[in-house]
């Protein structure tokens, strides 16, 4: 191992894969710290739609509680960049060293934690323009997501290779990082080598297991509140517009409050939207060879957090 650089473990995967459970019986056999990776819950009061880990989920199976980070640190409106992300989290890795522990990176954001583990040089950073951001929606909904996705191969055709027309957000945010910054998104770069130490960590299911289980969370989530949940936050005065209220869930129970859509369709395009996202997430890593997988369709979770001990002790000399 490079002593000049800090482990750091991953442990990343789609939503719904699992993560969250086996997370914290690794960290405890690890004596490690989690770091959320995860983009949404970030947030203060986006509790049902994002799957926020509770306090009775930090626990481990033997009543050990472990601490996690970069949950509920900002409010929706507060703006909250990959690039703070990047600095806050290595803050937090620092930290974690010194007080003799190890780091686990736990989520499934692919620009977040790559841009952490790669070191990435962020036009994220760019700040966000609401009023933009909303003429560039109303764009993409009139002039179609090709003709879109045609500008943005005109000013940089890098991110255009690597960013799908239906990629809405993505696409959107490229073109607004453009028109703010005048630089194209795509000049964010990953180092020669990784500040890190690392060790990634993928865990997969059969796609058609993995469907069903992100189906029966949203049935699951929209039981506990949903719903309500959405309600209370446009109550307190928050912009539907507001990045965080058009993740996943929210964008769509917003359409229902708002009369747009029935509650079989939004239930429907909950489901679709969840399955997508899915979908891309593993597309994201599927290109990094670094990834060591497990598939839990095929093995048990107790045999997987076997075998990721045994490559962390390989790779960091634990005893």
Known sequence: MNQ???????LLGPTAVGKTALSVELAASLNAEIISGDSMQFYRWLDIGTAKIRPPEMLTSNGQLITHHLIDICNPDEPYSAADFQQDAARLIAEIHQRGRL???VGGTGLYIQALCD?????EAAPADEKLRQELRQAYQSLGAAEMHRQLAQVDAVAAAKIA???????LRALEVWQLTGRPISAQGRAAKS???LLLLGLTRERAELYQRIEQR??????????????RLLAAGLNPELKPLQGLGYRQAIWYL???LSRPEMVRLIKRDTRRFAKRQLTWWRREERIHWFNL?????????????????ERFALR
């Open 4 to 10: 000049a650089k800090l482990p750091l473990i991953v």
């Open 119 to 123: 070191g990435f040089q962020l036009n």
């Open 165 to 171: 027309p239906q990629d809405e957000k993505r696409l």
């Open 195 to 197: 500040p890190y130490e």
């Open 297 to 313: 369709s095929e093995q048990s979770p107790e045999k997987a957090l076997e075998a990721m001990l045994r490559l962390a002790q």
């Open 218 to 231: 949203v049935d699951v989530m929209l039981t506990a509140g949903l719903l309500q949940e959405t309600a």
């Open 258 to 260: 708002q009369g747009l």
């Open 103 to 105: 780091p686990l990176l």
